[in-house]
């Protein structure tokens, strides 16, 4: 099981980012996939998922109305939309994925880890 996060950069607040998570050894449709971040001096926290029983999405409460989840299974990945960027969006952004998660934004469900990708909202 692999992933790798991609898309990460420096933009002014209000503005927009997507990143990508590229996945493989897997079929993502059984694996819960969620995108998580870390902010420094913080804990890891969830940022968003797509439950692996329906293919639903859920958010954390500070992203709700900004972020928008998505997956496309051609291409193996996974994306986020980040729109209305603000300061304290700045953080490493991760993917990670689990089989046994259905709906999860708790870091410590999920077993397997991409490296993170840096988003700072910055003017």
């Known amino acids: 099981v692999q992933l790798q996060a991609s898309g990460g950069g420096l933009v002014q607040p209000g503005g927009s980012l997507r990143l990508s998570c590229a996945t493989s050894?897997?079929?993502?449709?059984?694996?819960?996939i969620g995108w998580f971040r870390q902010a420094p001096g913080k804990e890891r926290e969830g940022v968003s998922c797509i439950s692996s029983s329906d293919g639903s999405t859920h958010y954390a409460d500070s992203v709700k109305g900004r972020f928008t989840m998505s997956r496309d299974n051609a291409k193996n990945t996974v994306y986020l939309q980040m729109n209305s960027l603000k300061p304290e969006d700045t953080a490493v952004y991760y993917c990670?994925?689990?089989?046994?998660?259905?709906?999860?934004?708790?870091?410590?469900?999920?077993?397997?880890w991409g490296q993170g990708t840096q988003v700072t909202v910055s003017s």
């Open positions: 990670a994925a689990d089989p046994w998660v259905v709906v999860g934004l708790s870091p410590d469900e999920y077993d397997y």
């Open positions: 050894g897997f079929t993502s449709d059984d694996y819960a």
